[in-house]
T-cell receptor, first 117, second 111 residues
Framework: DSGVTQTPKHLITATGQRVTLRCSPR?????VYWYQQSLDQGLQFLIQ???????AKGNILERFSAQQFPDLHSELNLSSLELGDSALYFC????????????????FGEGSRLTVL | DAKTTQPNSMESNEEEPVHLPCNHS???????IHWYRQLPSQGPEYVIH???SNVNNRMASLAIAEDRKSSTLILHRATLRDAAVYYC????????????FGQGTTLQVKP
């Protein structure tokens, strides 16, 4: 158990719909990362938040958005869903900050599996 | 962050050592070498990381070439549970903390 909790574990929805994925980081971890894993694209970095602020952006579509709340949990919002958005979405957290950001360990949740029909 | 190159797949027999190579010829002086693995149906998990010297922990050893252009993850006695995708990742000092995953090496362990 990594200590990172993601809900829901599974989600089935239809094209055009909107869903919200939730992530609770390990207690005290300030950084939250979101990743998408599909069969043909591998693990893709989407976005990172640090203590409520966006820190880095990766291959995140404009239809997707995220935020980190004052209690440090994070939500990833996916809208106007397409078939190609079907994937596993992972959240990770890290305690590292400042000069240790690039050395610290990331802890990953078990993922939310999204199926768009 | 500099790019890494790993073999797509490797096979090993149970209880034998496994050496997983990674090439990173464009590594810079401040890049740390990280290894993560992803077991089937699970999120990635940290294995080990290092900068210049060889590193050991309870999971594995990391051997870093003297010129740092390659490294090898060593699993001393492979078990069936070690069957996973292994990712070699470089993180530089300008990195915000994120991990950029490549294709990794799929390790198959035979009983």
């Amino acid at each position: 158990d990594s200590g990172v909790t993601q809900t829901p574990k599974h989600l089935i929805t239809a094209t055009g719909q909107r869903v919200t994925l939730r992530c609770s980081p390990r207690s005290g971890d300030l950084s939250v990362y979101w990743y998408q894993q599909s069969l043909d694209q591998g693990l893709q970095f989407l976005i990172q938040y640090y203590n409520g602020e966006e820190r880095a952006k990766g291959n995140i579509l404009e239809r997707f958005s995220a935020q980190q709340f004052p209690d440090l949990h994070s939500e990833l919002n996916l809208s106007s869903l397409e078939l190609g958005d079907s994937a596993l979405y992972f959240c990770a957290s890290s305690a590292s900050s400042g000069p240790l950001l690039h050395t610290g360990e990331l802890f990953f949740g078990e993922g939310s599996r999204l199926t768009v029909l | 962050d500099a790019k890494t190159t790993q073999p797509n797949s490797m096979e090993s027999n149970e209880e034998e050592p496994v050496h997983l190579p990674c090439n990173h010829s464009t590594i810079s002086g401040t890049d740390y070498i990280h290894w993560y693995r992803q077991l089937p149906s699970q999120g990635p998990e940290y294995v080990i990381h290092g900068l210049t010297s060889n590193v050991n922990n309870r999971m594995a050893s990391l051997a870093i070439a003297e010129d740092r252009k390659s490294s090898t993850l060593i699993l001393h006695r492979a078990t069936l549970r070690d069957a996973a995708v292994y990712y070699c990742i470089l993180r530089g000092s300008s990195n915000t903390g994120k991990l950029i995953f490549g294709q990794g090496t799929t390790l198959q362990v035979k009983p």
